[in-house]
């Protein structure tokens, strides 16, 4: 088995267009949280949202680009950008058909969707236009992707609601420690800010109206968010030979179904994708020094979380440090569990525990080690990054902080 | 065993909405009926709530709904939202 590398980075979200100024703030502990720029007419129930707020296409994209692309495409395309030019990575030779594309999305191109509809059904126009397939997809990212870095491999979507970009990183995880590909870039995006989209989680009740307050006893819900992580993932000895600088390393990986109910989350489930994601990894839980919370801030995940930590880490939950960045980026959904892992990854190499911000006082039903408003300096050698989905479906991943150069 | 149990309009209507929502027969819910007997849980509740919301006219805020636990909490959540409405339309005015 060959042990992977993550020599690339990318980041789009509320925090930043870039993984530096993303990590200024999820160091400064800074909510971006904020009311969102169409308040809805009639107004949502929730006035906030995590809105990718500096991302401007065009400094990104042609003005044909945005003809073939939507909005979660582009964020996907723009952290990929920034992952593979930080890894130093040239897709050619037989690298070309030796790397990979995993992307993660819970919903693909909703605007596009959306703007069908309207045509159809409010403007009574039969003809939809005809790249309305090729701009929905939820493999668009990916697929631009590919093309783009001329990566000729196997290139999937995942589609997992809230652990699709996790999913996405676990299998390119282990396609390239088992020598499946050399590299791959691989993450997630989401754009939700769409009326239809947003009108439907207001139905769920599960938005808070205010921000997000992960593990704090007067939390509300969960804040939407949208963006996209990537990460460019990488046989350790490739990258070595190439001389690339080794920003950490993916260990392990676990999933399970809950098996359970559709919405409400239970202990079990989630508690079995972090011992298999350990089992994975070849580590015992007393290993684990933080852990990205899937904290979304509503009552029943972070109650169950705070079961299924304990139930898994034992007496090391005691002391494992705990934090739930969705209370400055949002919960991004089908990009969470990428935004996330590239949190982690950041806080292993620069010791650094992001903090979860909002927080107010602490509820006794989610008595763990929460890293609560300003961010802690830790050693740290390994972190877990949690995605729990509606559906039940949960994915997690082990990452390492990388050794000294 | 409830002895006769008090019913009216609006609270007919709240069993036939729980009923209907549920697709359970109308005979199998009463005001005593708890929503764990039922089968109903948190999703099925907003579901409830959405119908409820829809016949009645009102607007039912998200944390009323996690605490319904039964018809009787239901109907009379209802009868105050429905109050409260008819209390904001001056006299004459419909």
């Known amino acids: 088995m060959n042990r992977v590398a993550v020599t690339g980075l990318g980041l789009v979200c509320a925090l930043g267009n870039t993984v530096e100024q993303s990590w200024k703030r999820l160091v400064a502990g800074e909510c971006r949280i904020l009311p969102m720029r169409d308040p809805g007419s009639p107004p949502y129930k929730f006035r906030n949202g995590a809105e990718a707020w500096d991302f401007k296409p065009l400094d990104y994209f042609t003005e044909k680009d945005l003809v073939m692309l939507e909005r979660f495409a582009l964020l996907a395309v723009v952290a990929a950008r920034e992952a593979v030019a930080q890894s130093g990575i040239r897709f050619e030779g037989d690298l070309r058909e030796s790397s990979a594309v995993v992307t993660g999305s819970s919903v693909g191109g909703q605007f596009t969707e959306e703007e069908g509809y309207i045509r159809l059904y409010r403007e009574n126009i039969s003809r939809v236009p005809p790249l309305t397939i090729p701009r929905t997809m939820a493999n668009a990212g990916a697929s631009r992707i590919s093309l783009e870095f001329g990566i000729h491999g196997p290139a999937y979507t995942i589609a997992t609601a809230c652990s699709s970009s996790n999913h996405a990183l676990g299998q390119a995880f282990w396609l390239v420690r088992n020598g499946q590909v050399t590299a791959a870039v691989a993450g997630g995006s989401e754009a939700v800010f769409a009326e239809g989209l947003l009108r439907a989680w207001e139905a769920m009740r599960v938005v808070s109206p205010d921000v997000c307050r992960p593990f704090s006893v007067d939390r509300k819900g969960l804040s939407l968010g949208e963006g996209a992580g990537m990460l460019l993932l990488e046989n350790w000895d490739h990258a070595r030979a190439r001389g690339a600088s080794i920003l950490g390393e993916v260990i392990g990986f676990g999933m399970s179904s809950d098996a359970h109910h559709i919405t409400q989350p239970c202990v079990e489930g989630p508690a079995n994708a972090m011992k298999w994601a350990i089992r994975d990894a070849g580590i015992t839980p007393d290993r684990v020094d933080y852990i990205n919370a899937h904290g979304t801030g509503t009552q029943a995940n972070d109650v169950t979380e705070t079961q299924a930590i304990r139930a898994v880490l034992g007496k090391r939950a005691e002391s494992v440090l705990v934090s739930s960045t969705k209370s400055m980026h949002g919960h991004t959904l089908g990009a969470a569990g990428a935004i996330e892992a590239v949190a982690c990854l950041l806080a292993l190499k620069h010791g650094l525990v992001p903090p979860t911000a909002n927080f107010t006082s602490p509820d006794p039903a989610c008595d763990l080690n929460i890293v609560a408003n300003a961010v802690q300096p830790a050693q740290m050698e390994v972190a877990l990054s949690n995605t729990f989905a509606f559906g039940g479906l949960n994915a997690t991943l082990v990452l390492k902080r990388a050794p000294e150069a | ?94």
């Open chain 2, 1 to 94: 065993m409830p002895e006769h149990v008090e019913t009216d309009e609006l609270a007919d209507k709240v069993l036939r909405v729980i009923a209907h929502t549920q697709r359970i027969p109308p005979e199998s819910v009463s005001l005593d009926s708890t929503f764990e007997a039922l089968k109903i849980d948190s999703l099925d509740g907003i579901n409830i709530v959405f119908e409820l919301e829809k016949e009645f006219n009102i607007e039912i805020p998200d944390d009323g709904v996690q605490n319904l636990r039964s018809v009787r909490d239901t109907v009379e959540g209802v009868r105050k939202l429905v109050r409260a409405k008819d209390l904001a339309v001056p006299p004459g005015a419909a």
